[in-house]
Structures are given as structure tokens and as C-alpha cells.
T-cell receptor, first 114, second 111 residues
Framework: KAGVTQTPRYLIKTRGQQVTLSCSPISGHRSVSWYQQTPGQGLQFLFE???????NKGNFPGRFSGRQFSNSRSEMNVSTLELGDSALYLC?????????????FGQGTRLTVV | GIQVEQSPPDLILQEGANSTLRCNFS?????LQWFHQNPWGQLINLFY???GTKQNGRLSATTVATERYSLLYISSSQTTDSGVYFCAVGEWDNAGNMLTFGGGTRLMVKP
């Protein structure tokens, strides 16, 4: 079965612009999580969506937002980009393994803000 | 929130050597996964192991949930094992799917 698909793979934006990233989860998975990876802060949780509802949110400013569609595809948006938003953004598709849930990651979107 | 610490932060091995990577966590968990991050940034699933022991080829993992640690063993290492290994946990009382990652162990295997 198809894996987790993130688009685009690479993106260069200018400070002050906004950006939208997309994630298509594994077929049948209803939960999608987003993570930011930077050299200084490591891998940090952004938010999770389950059945079109935000279920968990990390400690990020309101410029970071997301949504999930009825087909479980998710988008995240970053408005008013700052240089510090340059990072690898990873999407996880969460599915049941036994009683609990296992995360499967996409290839990521590498965002550079100039 | 839960704290996750991985050790060592860096590891250099000669091809064929064995290694043990450790992950300590500060609270009860309902999920623990080990990942290998490839050079292109993708996190590759190695083990889903909230408790017990699993083996997959040259890799094996053990989680002792009551003592809040997990170990990843790599035997007969190969140059293709190089990269960063992450441990990630889900908090026991969190109803959703939020993983907290450790800082990673950067492994370099020399030929």
C-alpha cells in the first residue's frame, strides 16, 4: 500500500510570505501529526488532526495552523514567515498496531526562508 | 511534559562492530518507537516497542517500561547503518498521537 506523501519536497520562500504544505496519509489512517525539525531544537510536535479535528497542539505560535479534510489529507500553513521557520517539516500518518498507535513518516518538506 | 534523553549523542564504529543505543524517558508511555533518519531526512521505522523485546535481522530492541528505558542493539554494523537514530515516546495519559523525540544518536560506521 502507498506510504505517506508530502508535497512539495523543497520550498524557498521570502520572509513575510506564507506557505502551505500538504500531507496525504496511508489509506485508512484517520490521524495525521506534524513535526518540525531544526538543528537547534530537534524534532518538535506541531499538531495532530483526527477526523478533521485538531486533537493535540504543540507549543508553537499562532502563525502555525493546520487542517484536515474529509479524505484525511492534511495541510499545514505558516503565515508571516520568519528566518527561524526554516526547517524540515515532517508529517506522520498514525495507524493502529495492536492496542496502540504507530506513526509512519513521509519524506518531509524542506522549507528555506530567505 | 515527558522528557526523553538518548545516549550517546555521537558514536563512531568500525564496520563489523556492535553497539548499544539507549533511550531514557521520564514518565509512563503508551508508545515507544525507534527510527533511523536517512540522509534525505525521512524517518524510517525500526521498531514499535512500548515494552518487551523484538528483533529484526541485525537489529534488536528492548524496552523496560517499569524502569523507563529502551535499548537499541546494532550487531555487525555496516556503513549503511550510518545516520541518526531517534527514540520517540507517546505519553500514557495522552489520548492522541503526539510523540516526544529524544535528541538522537548520530552513528558513523567506518569501512
Amino acid at each position: 500500500k502507498a506510504g505517506v506523501t508530502q508535497t512539495p519536497r523543497y520550498l524557498i520562500k521570502t520572509r513575510g510570505q506564507q506557505v502551505t504544505l500538504s500531507c496525504s496519509p496511508i489509506s485508512g489512517h484517520r490521524s495525521v501529526s506534524w513535526y518540525q525539525q531544526t538543528p537547534g531544537q530537534g524534532l518538535q510536535f506541531l499538531f495532530e488532526y483526527f477526523s478533521e479535528t485538531q486533537r493535540n497542539k504543540g507549543n508553537f505560535p499562532g502563525r502555525f495552523s493546520g487542517r484536515q479534510f474529509s479524505n484525511s489529507r492534511s495541510e499545514m500553513n505558516v503565515s508571516t514567515l520568519e528566518l527561524g521557520d526554516s526547517a524540515l517539516y515532517l508529517c506522520a500518518s498514525n495507524g493502529k498496531t495492536g492496542l496502540n498507535t504507530e506513526a509512519f513518516f513521509g519524506q518531509g518538506t524542506r522549507l528555506t526562508v530567505v | 511534559g515527558i522528557q526523553v534523553e538518548q545516549s550517546p549523542p555521537d558514536l563512531i564504529l568500525q564496520e563489523g562492530a556492535n553497539s548499544t543505543l539507549r533511550c531514557n524517558f521520564s514518565d509512563s508511555v503508551n508508545n515507544l518507537q525507534w527510527f533511523h533518519q536517512n540522509p534525505w531526512g525521512q524517518l524510517i521505522n525500526l521498531f514499535y516497542i512500548p515494552s518487551g523485546t523484538k528483533q529484526n535481522g541485525r537489529l534488536s530492541a528492548t524496552t523496560v517500561a517499569t524502569e523507563r528505558y529502551s535499548l537499541l542493539y546494532i550487531s555487525s554494523s555496516q556503513t549503511t547503518d550510518s545516520g541518526v537514530y531517534f527514540c520517540a515516546v507517546g505519553e500514557w495519559d495522552n489520548a492522541g498521537n503526539m510523540l516526544t523525540f529524544g535528541g538522537g544518536t548520530r552513528l558513523m560506521v567506518k569501512p
